[in-house]
Every structure is written in structure tokens, then in C-alpha cells.
């Protein structure tokens, strides 16, 4: 691939200082829009980082004036607001900007997931059944709801939320934790089918022909045996937490190689049935029994050296810079109007 020019664009607090001594490379917040600048900058790009928490029109000045080659999207809302990174990536097509990362479409059905469920039940995909809660409405209790159910937030990520209260078993836990939820986190809340088990994440990559990773493990070494193993957001991002209950993540053992096949077939079908196009993450629990449920799918997951995606795109052959390189190339391939 020719020496590209790219415009880097993450939130004004993520950017990168142009000096980094006396930081903690490992632990900085802004570690993967570093991992990511850096690595390109290394093989030889032309990057130029920017902010652009509210600041569409700077984007616009520096295509028309800078030219850039693409896009890169950091980018995980706008003003604020977590939906409105689908708007942002909208912004982008209407510049007719080539970006990487996944199109405004497969951004809004992956982020919802009440409709992500409904769009991969139609395909085929198996998903958990869910309740939906709608904000500012009195908390009615389905009379179909089969317990547990665990209750998350329809379209906010990064385990907003969610902790070991979030599984309930009975309508009274129900309607408190959903009530928490409105009140708390804000939104429509879900009520999901707990699915006991293993938490497996699947990497993908593509816009037409797709790849799968190996599958990746969160594991729980340290667990409490009548605690259920689930990613809260300590869980996620409290390293403290983590030491102490032993969590980890790391290429899944001890699935047989048929059932592995047909999660990933069923992984690449979801990012097919929701439009996902560049790259994503597709989480996935599976029972005792050998049953799997796709959870939901995360475009755009995190990027930094060393993390679940580019660990997992290791193991598939992809070094570091072999994968910020393909994630180029399908984002200069894509168009609005066509798959590329």
C-alpha cells in the first residue's frame, strides 16, 4: 500500500501528548489512539491527530485544505451523546471522505439491542429473548418473562450499568432494577434472558468477504462459585478488580472444533444481517450444554496494542501493523453507495 495521508480523529481529551514522558504508556486512557498514531506514523503514514468533540466544521477545513487520503474514526460519540457517532460517520459520507471503521447503518443496528435481536432472529442468528422497557413509561412486567433475566441499557456500551444486581429473579427485582436503569443510566432499558456460562468474543473483519478470529475467553479464575461470571464494568475496567478475581482473556480452550466452526459461521451471519462493514466484535455466551447465544455486536472495538481484537487478529496471522493496514484498505475500498 502506497504512503498515506490520514486525519486521525478521537475526542479532544484522547489526544495523544507530543510528549509522552513521565506517562505510564500502559495505563494512559488515551492508549489506543497513541497504539494506534503511532503505529501508522512508524510504518511510514502521514498523520495528522485532531479532537472534534463538537467541531465538524474543522473536519470540513481540513479535508478541503490538508486532502487526506481517509478518515481514521476514533470516534465513539459526538457532543456527548453516544448515538450521535452515527451522525458523525453520516457527516464523513456527506464530505464523500473514504473513513475506517463501520458505516452509519451497521453503527445504529449494532449499538441498539433490542433491534440487533430482532434483525439476527429474522436471519436466523440464535439470540436471547428480551423485553423491552421503555424510559418515562411505567415499568410493566411482561406476562411471559421467564427468569432470570439480566437488565441492560438499550443502546449505551461499556457495561453501562450493568453489575451482579442487573440479574433478577422475580418482577419485584424487575421493576427496581429497571427503574434504576431509567433513573441511573438513562434510556430505554432491556430485560435479556441470563444465559449461564462462558463469555467468548469474535473478532470479524470485512466489508464483502469476511474473516472471523479466534475465539477469545473472558475468564474468571478467581470467581465465586454462586456468583454469576458476567462483564460488569469493574469486571471490564477496574485493573485492581481484576488481579483480585483473577480475570483474564485469552484464545478460548477446550471448544470442539465443530461447535467453534458454527459460532463463528453464526458470528460472520450476524455482521451480515446488521450491516457491520470494516471491523467488529461480536460477543457471544455459550451454556454448559454446548448452546450459544449472540449477545450483540460492537463495531469499532477497542484498538490498542496488546487488547482482545488485535490480540485474537495475532493469533489469525495478522501482525499489529498488517491490521491497522487492512483496516486502512477496507476503509479506502467502502462506499455509501456500494460495498466495496
Keep these: 500500500m502506497k504512503k498515506l495521508r490520514i486525519l486521525a480523529v478521537m475526542h479532544d481529551v484522547l489526544v495523544p501528548p507530543d510528549d509522552i514522558s513521565g506517562h505510564n504508556l500502559a495505563t494512559v486512557d488515551w492508549k489506543m489512539e497513541f497504539d494506534v498514531t503511532i503505529t501508522l506514523k512508524d510504518m511510514g503514514h502521514e498523520v495528522m491527530s485532531i479532537g472534534v468533540d463538537n467541531k465538524l466544521d474543522l473536519i470540513k477545513e481540513l479535508v478541503d485544505s490538508w486532502k487526506p487520503d481517509i478518515v481514521l474514526n476514533m470516534v465513539e460519540d459526538f457532543?456527548?451523546?453516544?448515538?450521535?457517532?452515527?451522525?458523525?460517520?453520516?457527516?464523513?459520507?456527506?464530505?464523500?471522505?473514504?473513513?475506517?471503521?463501520?458505516?452509519?447503518?451497521?453503527?445504529?443496528?449494532?449499538?441498539?439491542?433490542?433491534?440487533?435481536?430482532?434483525?439476527?432472529?429474522?436471519?436466523?442468528?440464535p439470540v436471547p429473548r428480551f423485553h423491552v422497557f421503555p424510559d418515562h413509561h411505567k415499568v410493566r412486567v411482561p406476562s411471559d418473562i421467564e427468569y432470570p433475566v439480566i437488565v441492560k441499557a438499550q443502546v449505551k456500551e461499556a457495561s453501562a450499568g450493568i453489575s451482579q444486581a442487573s440479574i433478577v429473579d422475580s418482577d419485584e427485582k424487575l421493576i427496581e432494577?429497571?427503574?434504576?436503569?431509567?433513573?441511573?443510566?438513562?434510556?430505554?432499558?432491556?430485560?435479556?434472558?441470563?444465559?449461564?456460562?462462558?463469555?467468548?468474543?469474535?473478532?470479524?473483519?470485512g466489508n464483502r468477504a469476511l474473516r472471523a478470529f479466534p475465539i477469545w475467553e473472558m475468564q474468571f479464575t478467581k470467581w465465586p462459585d454462586d456468583t454469576p461470571k458476567i462483564a460488569t464494568g469493574q469486571v471490564k475496567f477496574n485493573s485492581t478488580y481484576q488481579k483480585k478475581r483473577g480475570i483474564k482473556t485469552c484464545r478460548a480452550p477446550e471448544i470442539p472444533p465443530p461447535l467453534a466452526r458454527k459460532i463463528k459461521r453464526a458470528c460472520l451471519e450476524a455482521y451480515r444481517a446488521l450491516d457491520l462493514s470494516g471491523y467488529a466484535r461480536i460477543d457471544v455466551r455459550l451454556t454448559p450444554e454446548g448452546k450459544f447465544y449472540i449477545l450483540e455486536a460492537n463495531p469499532n472495538p477497542q484498538l490498542a496494542f496488546g487488547e482482545d481484537f488485535a490480540e485474537s487478529a495475532e493469533h489469525e496471522g495478522f501482525s499489529y501493523d498488517e491490521l491497522l493496514q487492512k483496516i486502512l484498505k477496507l476503509g479506502l475500498a467502502y462506499r455509501p453507495d456500494h460495498r466495496g
Design 79 to 125: 457532543l456527548n451523546i453516544p448515538t450521535f457517532d452515527v451522525n458523525f460517520v453520516s457527516y464523513l459520507e456527506l464530505l464523500r471522505i473514504p473513513y475506517t471503521g463501520c458505516n452509519p447503518r451497521g453503527l445504529h443496528l449494532g449499538r441498539d439491542k433490542a433491534l440487533s435481536k430482532k434483525v439476527m432472529a429474522y436471519h436466523g442468528v
Design 177 to 205: 432494577r429497571v427503574t434504576f436503569m431509567h433513573e441511573q443510566i438513562g434510556g430505554h432499558a432491556v430485560a435479556e434472558q441470563f444465559i449461564p456460562g462462558r463469555e467468548l468474543y469474535i473478532g470479524v473483519i
